[in-house]
Every structure is written in C-alpha cells, then in structure tokens.
C-alpha cells in the first residue's frame, strides 16, 4: 500500500514524515524502515544501490538495473517494509524501479509513505485515496507561530499583539506556510517593534519580484535581503554542504574564515562566526538539530536550500555523482564553489578529471569515492582555499597538498591516508586541519610546527600517539581535538600545550601515559583564560558489563598518579563544557569537589563517562549558577549518593543558616549504568532541581526514589527508569507528564501521578498497582511472557492502549466479546495489539476501536480455538 503526503514546499511534509518514522510504536511493526530522499534527477543505479545497502544487501558494485532489482528482492524478501520516499518529483522513482523488484516479495502489511508537491506523483504511484493534504494553516495559527518567533523573556507580547493588523498582512503574503512564517518571524525578531518597520516589511518590494522559479520562497527571499552582505555569505556557503553528511558548527565557521567572509579581530574570528551561526538559527534559515547538544548541527530546510542554491548558480554547483548532466555542466561553466556527493562504490565513482576544467575553483567539498588516476593530481587548483574531502580512499591525494598555495582549510576525515607528507609545512596560509575519522593515521609530519597560522586541528578517532617537538610555537591555534598526551624521556608532549594561550576548545588522550602531575601541570589550563570546552580522556578499563575488566585492574599507585595529574588539569572559570572519560582515580579532581573552591562558575554542560573507580559523585557543582545538563554514564564503584551531592547549604554564605537552592537551572540529568547504586538520600525539605525537567536512571539497584525528588523536582515532566532492580513502587510526583519503565523486576506500584499523559511499561511483570493517573491518554505495554492482561486495566481510563504480547495472549484479545479479556480492554477507545513468535518475522496484530465498534485481527480462528497457527485471515495487502 502507497500512503501519499502532498503538499508545497515549506508545509511541513518531511517533518510529519519524520514523526511517522522515527515513532517507535510504528517502528516496532515493521522488519525494515528506511528512508530514502530522493533527487529531483535521481540516479537509477545510485537509487538501487542505496537502497540495497539500507536493507543489510551487497550490491558488489554492479550498474545493471536488471541485476540490482533481484538483489533488492532478494534482501527484503519476507520482510514487513516501511519505506519513505520523501521529496518525490516524479513516479519514476518507485513505478519504473523499485515497484517491480518489491511488491511481490515484501511481507504483507508493509507500506511505502511518499512525500510529494504534486498530486500527479501520488497518482502515478497509486496511492491509496484520499491523500493526505497538509492544509495552510489559518490566519490565526499562522500569528500564534509568527509571535512565538519574535516574544521573549525581554520583549512585551502586548507589544506585539498591538501590530497584529500589520502581522496578519504579512503572514498573508505568507500564503499559510510554515516555513514562510518562520522565517518573516526570524526577520521581525531583529527589528524593534515599532510600526514603521514592520510596515517596511509589509511593503516590500520583494514581495512581487518576478523571474525567480515557482519554487521558491519570497519570504525566505525578504529574510535574505535583509541579512548584512557578510552573513549573506555565510548563509549562501552553508548551501553547499550536502545532505547527507554532518557538519558541525566549528567546521563550518572554519569554512567561513578560511573564505575570508568573517571580518574583524583576529582574536575574535570564531566567536564573530558564532554569531553569524547563531543569527542564521534566530532568523529559521538553519534550524538545530534535536539530536546534538547546544545546536552544534543544523539543518536546512530544502526550501531555504533551494533558494540559497538559486542565487549563488553563477558560482557554485552542488550536485551528486551520478546525476545525467554533471559533466555538462561542469564542462559548460567554471565555478568557483563546487560540492560533490558521491555513493557509488570504488569501480565508479566520481572521476578526478572531469573537474581538472575548473581551474578558478575556490572551495571543493566531495563525500564519498573519488576515482583517481596515477597521474590526478591537485595541481589543477592552483585558487583553492578550502578542501573538505570525506570517506574518500585513495591515498594520492595527499602526495600534491603543498601545491595549494593559498589553501586555509584541509579536512581529510573519514579518509584512508596514514600520514601527511612533509612537504605541508610549505603551507603557510593554512589554517584548519581535520583528520577526524582517519583510523589508519599514525604521525604527525614534524614541518607542521612550522604551520604558524593554524587556529584549528582535530585528531579524533585516529591512530596517532605523538606529536612533533616545537609544536608549542602553533600559538594561533584555538581548536585542538584528539591531542595525544605521551611521554618521551625527560619530555611530555602536554607541555607543548602551555605557551598556547588562545586555546577556546582543547581535547587531550591518553592521559593515563603521564606519570607525573608536574607534566600535566606544563599544560597551563588554568591560566587559558578563553578556554571554553575541555576533554579530558583515559583508555577505559571498563568492560561490556561495566564493570573492570581483570587483565585491567589498577593499583592503587596508579590511582594516586591519575588523581595527581587530574588535580593538576584544573581548567579556568570561563569554562562552559566539560567532558571526563575514563577517569580511574578514587576521587574527581579538587576542582569539582568543593563548593567553595570549584572554579567552574561558568560551565553549562557535564559529561562524565567510564568511572571506573569514583566511590561518590562531584558534590562541588550543585550551586554552579548555569549548569543546565549532567549526564553519567559507567560509574560501577558508586553505592551511594548522599547529602554532599546537594549541600543545601553553603558553607561560606554570611549567613549560615541561609538556604541555597542546589542545581538551580538544571534541565537535563542522566545516571546510566552506575551498576552497584543503592541509595539516594534527599529529604523533602531540601530543595534542589527546580527547573529540572527530564531525569532519567538506568542500569543500577536503587531500592526507592529520594523523597526529595518528588516533593522539590516540581518541573520533572519526563521520567525513565529503566533496569533499576530494586524498585518497588513509584508515586506522587505531581508534575510527570511522561514516564517509561523498563525491566525493573521489582517495581508492584505506580500511583497518584495526576498529570500523567503517556505511561510505558516495558517488562516489568510485577506490577500490580496503577492508579491515580487520571489524565493518562496512552498506555503502552510491552512484556511476550506475560499471559493475560493486567487486573489494573479495569480501573484506567486511557483512551490508547499499545501492546506488545505472546501469541497466545494476542489470540484471547483477539475473541473480543466472546473472550475471557474483553471486561478489561473493552473500555479502552483505541487498541492496538501486536504479537511475533520465534523467528519469523511475520506479525499478528488486533485493532480494536470502541465507538463506533470495530475490531480487526489477522489471528485465525482455528488458532483462537486450538492454538495452533494452520491459517490466518489478512485484512491488509501491499498494493
């Protein structure tokens, strides 16, 4: 069965794609979810292979359609498919490709879900009738988004609500958009609010611009002319980062510097750069990415893409390998931006030398398989400036880098070369390297202290271990990720990091090599006065059970040496983001253990991992007036939080007596695996966590939840707890919106959680109990031992029941009225009930809906009857 979204550009179509996809009771139906964006000029060949590697297949490279489609048959064949295809321009995508080697081998039940601008996609795809059409909003939803843009903490919504009349013309030139709204709301925002500008908003005569195509966005046009000629730039440059791959902020104001677009101080180049980050996301020409902490990840909606790419034609090209016109264009036009996305595997890759033409080239971005000849080379390029190259595996292309004269930026991540040639320190206007992801990189060239311009480098996740003497005379470096912490004789490569004053983000491994706090001390991380985000990491002695593995036991010595060194890394109060992986020491360093002495007044954000040997958490930090995120994670010696942790009174206040509120705008706070934790102490009157809204503790003992925690954490909306062994009841948190248990074996009650809207229960046999949650909408259970429904389900009144059962228990719900169940689920407006046994990835469902009564199965009879599974009724075909 085809499901259809259509819809214009900008109305939301992906995003409600997305939720449908990334749901996990949707997910848990299905054998195979995969997503495909498709191309406006897709590549047949290319559509085939991805799809065939998505789906755990081996397309070995081939280029026939006829022997790529049995291939794909072959990896999906019995399997329960949910496929999107989003951004679908036409239904030669599915009809002429992937139809034929998918609809008669997919397991019945599986369903494709395109997303679309044009009704005739829909059709030619035969999606079931009626589409779903994504409806404009109304004037008065489009004001609510327009003023959510622009009120604030410092701005007057009255204020605002007096230019409604203006604000309502505007968003009817928004023509009910959402993305059109977003955007006029991230251009407003910048204004003061007064008539007058928005008036000049208003009547703009960009509103009826012609000749731009029909795709495009006058509202996004209007928020681009209104951007200062520097961030227009920026803004234009973020375009070309393809889709697919990810780009964090840092590289991305690399970028930015190394083009030349960011002016002012030299001393302020990234933190200008930020700004202009941060201004693309306050206007929704980018937007954050949930998944990544303090929107270091953005994306771009295709719409603001689309546009971006339109008024930058003339000087650059992105484009995917494969596509029927690259080489035309390439051959018919010189750019000055060129970025390239390839898939295809090593045998057709894209070919060095059809770029060779593009001799005025200023930036090459290419993620994936290059083909390169012995005789390519990057001589070709003599203007380039920035190269950002990403999982490509031919290793000649390092052999030429000194010939780019004036290149600022070399990102060779994801790539296989080990070394970097010699002759790199001839290349005096670089600026960023990042060899991110390059497992087969060993060392560092020793002409690279010669490098004097460099403000940023990035060894994560290689194999280097050493880097050159003299490297402390890099003193324009801000960035450094991967640093190798080693000792060679009298010299330890951690004091090469001390003359390096203008450090804002520093990462150091191998920290377990230092021998002596004096080497850690040479660092000078205290006195690094614009150091804003540290790491610090050991090699983990942790196992997969979290606990120490044998042949990794330490000493005692040992410990006190790490403790030494850690003591002698105490970074400077500016400091916003502090991670520690690693650690073996039997105490956290001095500098996170006294309220009196931790310097971190600035720190935002801790992330402890792998604490190996740790008997209490940090008790310095919870009067930290802007710490916002805490997680935990592999802490095995911990038994016990006590009172330290919160220190509800300061110790040095003038006043004694006087209350101190602990964590005061903690948001998020994750415990994991602290696999020995027994006991939480935290007396109700202690307060503490005021703003805290999502907690979540997995994998330890913890017998019973602090008192503290129910009576003060009042704005905890989002609780988990998952594989905590010893729980045996949970109530009265008065704020709770959402909670998830899972495989807690003790937990018997869970009551008087009066807000409560969605409850999920994950393996957790014992309970018994579930009451005073009068405003649960959704009950989720999940448990393929349990063997009748819960005594508890006579008293809810939840109006979506979600299970996830045995076969056996399936079939008695499945009777409806004439079962021994139907007294305790028949109540429940909407159920749905799902079952699998053994191997087979078939699925039996129930759907049940109380009003108008209906009640759907695919359980036969004869299995209701004799438990066996002769047959089943389908009520569902993949069309």
Not at 511 to 536: C, F, I, P, Q
Request: glycine share 6%; aromatic share 8%; proline share 4%.
């Amino acid at each position: 069965m085809v499901v259809a979204i259509v819809g214009v550009g900008g109305i939301g179509k992906t995003t409600l794609a997305q939720k449908v996809f990334n749901d996990e009771t949707v997910k848990a139906e299905f054998d195979n979810t995969i997503w495909l964006s498709i191309n406006q000029d897709f590549d047949r060949v290319e559509l085939l292979r991805t799809i065939i590697t998505l789906a755990g297949g081996i397309h070995g490279g081939e280029k026939a359609l006829a022997v790529l489609q049995p291939i794909l048959s072959t990896a999906l064949t019995g399997k329960k498919l949910l496929l999107v295809l989003d951004d679908v321009w036409s239904h030669g995508a599915w009809g002429d490709i992937l139809e034929i080697p998918l609809a008669n081998v997919v397991a019945q039940g599986s369903r494709v879900l395109v997303t679309t601008r044009d009704e005739r996609v829909a059709r030619g795809m035969k999606a079931v009738l009626p589409y779903h059409h994504i409806d404009k909003l109304g004037e008065e939803d489009a004001w609510l988004l327009l003023k959510k843009q622009i009120v604030s903490s410092e701005i007057n919504e009255h204020e605002v609500d007096t230019l409604k009349d203006i604000g309502l013309k505007i968003i009817a030139k928004c023509d009910g958009l959402p993305l059109a709204v977003k955007v006029m709301g991230g251009l407003l925002c910048q204004k003061d609010n007064k008539r007058r500008d928005w008036e000049m908003v208003l009547d703009d005569s960009i509103w009826s611009v012609s000749g731009m195509p029909e795709v495009l966005n006058h509202a996004v046009h209007l928020s681009y002319e209104d951007l200062p000629s520097c961030i227009k730039q920026c803004f234009l440059c973020y375009s070309l980062l393809p889709k697919t791959a990810l780009f964090g902020r840092d590289d991305i104001i690399g970028m930015w510097i190394s083009e030349g677009f960011l002016h002012g101080p030299s001393d302020d180049l990234e933190e200008l750069g930020s700004k202009y980050y941060k201004e693309l996301i306050l206007r929704n020409l980018i937007e954050p990415n949930a998944q990544y902490l303090d929107q270091c990840v953005c994306n771009m909606h295709d719409v603001v893409r689309s546009f971006a790419q339109f008024v930058a034609r003339d000087e650059a090209l992105t484009a995917l390998s494969g596509e029927t016109n690259i080489d035309s264009k390439l051959s018919a036009h010189k750019f000055l931006r060129l970025s390239l996305e390839s898939k295809a595997s090593e045998s057709d890759g894209l070919d060095w030398s059809s770029l060779e033409a593009q001799k005025t080239l200023r930036t090459l971005i290419s993620v994936g398989h290059i083909n390169m000849k012995s005789s390519d080379s990057l001589v070709h390029f003599p203007c380039l400036r920035t190269l950002h190259i990403d999982s490509a595996h031919d290793v000649r292309l390092v052999e030429s880098l000194h010939e780019f004269k004036h290149l600022r930026y070399l990102s060779l991540q994801n790539s296989d070369i080990s070394c970097l040639p010699d002759s790199i320190g001839k290349m005096k206007f670089l600026q960023y390297i990042n060899l991110r992801g390059c497992q087969q990189f060993v060392e560092l060239p020793h002409s690279i202290v010669k490098l004097w311009k460099l403000r940023y480098l990035n060894f994560n996740k290689t194999s280097i271990s050493g880097i050159p003497r003299g490297f402390c005379d890099l003193t324009n470096l801000r960035i450094i990720h991967g640093f190798p912490a080693r000792i060679d004789g009298e010299w330890c490569s951690v004091e090469e990091l001390g003359p390096l004053y203008r450090l804002k983000h520093v990462g150091i491994q191998g920290l377990e090599n230092l021998t002596t706090s004096s080497s850690a001390a040479k660092a000078k991380l205290g006195e690094k006065v614009h150091l804003t985000n540290l790491d610090l990491t050991c090699s983990s002695i942790l196992g997969d059970n979290g606990l120490i593995r044998e042949e990794d036991m330490v000493s005692e010595e040992e410990q006190q040496r790490i403790e030494k060194v850690f003591d002698e890394l105490c970074p400077p109060p500016r400091l916003e983001y502090l991670a520690i992986e690693g650690y073996f020491g039997r105490w956290l360093p001095w500098w996170m253990m006294s309220s009196s002495a931790v310097p971190l007044k600035s720190l935002r954000t801790l992330m402890i991992d792998d604490l190996a040997c740790c008997t209490q958490l940090p008790d310095g930090l919870c009067q930290l007036p802007y710490l916002e995120f805490i997680q935990i994670n592999r802490a095995p010696a911990i038994k016990r939080v006590g009172p330290d942790f919160l220190q509800s009174y300061h110790q040095h206040s003038p006043r004694p007596s006087q209350v101190v509120i602990a964590f005061p705008r903690l948001h998020v706070m994750n415990l994991a695996g602290m696999v020995e934790w027994e006991e939480w102490e935290w007396e109700e009157q202690v307060q503490a966590f005021p703003v805290l809204q999502n907690l979540a503790l997995i994998s330890c003992k913890l017998r019973r939840l602090p008192p503290g925690l129910a009576y003060q954490a009042r704005a905890l909306n989002v609780l988990s707890i998952q594989q905590v062994q010893g729980l045996s009841s949970l109530e009265n948190f008065g704020s709770l919106v959402e909670l998830e248990v899972a495989g807690g074996l003790d937990l018997e009650r869970i009551t008087n959680l009066p807000r409560l809207k969605k409850l999920t229960i994950k393996n957790c046999s014992k309970v018994k109990l579930l009451e005073g949650v009068p405003a649960l909408q959704t009950l989720v259970l999940v448990d393929l031992d349990m063997e009748t429904l819960p005594e508890y389900m006579r008293g809810i009144n939840a109006r979506h029941l979600e299970l996830y059962c045995s076969l056996a228990l399936l079939a008695s719900i499945a009777a409806g009225q004439s079962g021994p169940l139907w007294d305790k689920f028949s109540h429940v407006e909407h159920v749905k009930a799902y079952a699998q046994e053994g191997d087979t990835p078939r699925k039996w469902f129930v759907l049940y809906t109380a009003n108008p009564y209906n009640l759907e199965t695919n359980v036969s009879r004869s299995f209701m009857s004799r438990g066996t599974l002769s047959s089943f009724e389908d009520t569902q075909r993949f069309e």
